[in-house]
């Protein structure tokens, strides 16, 4: 069947991305199996489709999160130099302009 | 159509908690979670994206490091790069390697594999020295530009814009070049479980440090290494007069 290979090609993409999960790439396979095996015997071609496209949703969420965790992260521990500084320099300007 | 070089650097992870070792001589790295420096992503995602525009013909990641680091070029090759190169060196003499040996590994990299752009990440997270990409720059007696906003090639040159304290700096600088990327230039892709699989039919060449002429010997020798000194609680003040005082008694203001 097309849909198993679909599903099959599609858990082992989301284990993969397990790998860089915050709580653990144990409690992240926990969760992604027992949502999969819930469905497991699910027949209808029209549910399965359903559960396809929930599932791919899901793993864009998790490719974002990470994405803009990591992002979020570099930007803390690196410095915003450009808009923030551009910020302060005008106050002090108008500030100064101002005495 | 140009050859672009990337270096990537395997450092430990960004969201580990980094504990210093008790006797103070490292940091904790076994069975600590690895990966790609982040800047070294956002690198081979601007290769890549050279690439797809049809600027680049072909971009060759490059990493120095133990077996370890075959892991972290095949990331990069999983994300678009066409071929790889490791320089073996173990892990102990990685951690005593300063970035002037890098540099004279980087650029003996680009010269041997006839690169017209050599980019990198502008720092790694590990040890935070900024300086490879412009000492490579040196080394090879190439233009350079660092901390890049923005990358645009215009055949024998390049603008682009660099990321400086208050604002933007626009730059435009003959090729080749040394360029290293900052933060905001792009959004590095995922590399998928199915780019993996792909990736390894990719070709990676195995090199020494003396095959570039760089001796490994350290140079540095690291004495202590300590946690920053816990930060201490604040207080609180009933008025500004109090403030003001306290302040002058900290000698502050």
Redesign the interface.
Known sequence: MASRVRVLELYKRMLWLGQDWHQGQAHFTKSLSNAFRKNKYETSAEKIEKLIFHAEFVEKEVLALYQLKKYRSMKNRYGDHGSYAVECQRIMEAARADV | MVRVAVGVKRVID??VKIRVKPDGSGVVKDSVKH?MN??CEIAVEEAVRLKEKKIAKEIVAFTIGPKQSAETLRTALAMGCDRGVHVNVDQAQLDALTPLQISKMAAKIAETEAADLLLMGK?A?DGDYGQTAAMTAAILDWPQATNLYSLQHNGDSATVER??????ETNEIKTPAVLSVD?RIN??R?A???N?MKAKKKKVKAVKPADLGVDVAPTLNVIKVAEPPVRAAGEIVEDVDTLISKLKDAGRI
């Open positions: 960004y969201a990966s982040p800047f720092l997270i990321e400086i304290d208050g604002g933007l933060l959004q590095p995922y998928t479980l199915p993996i």
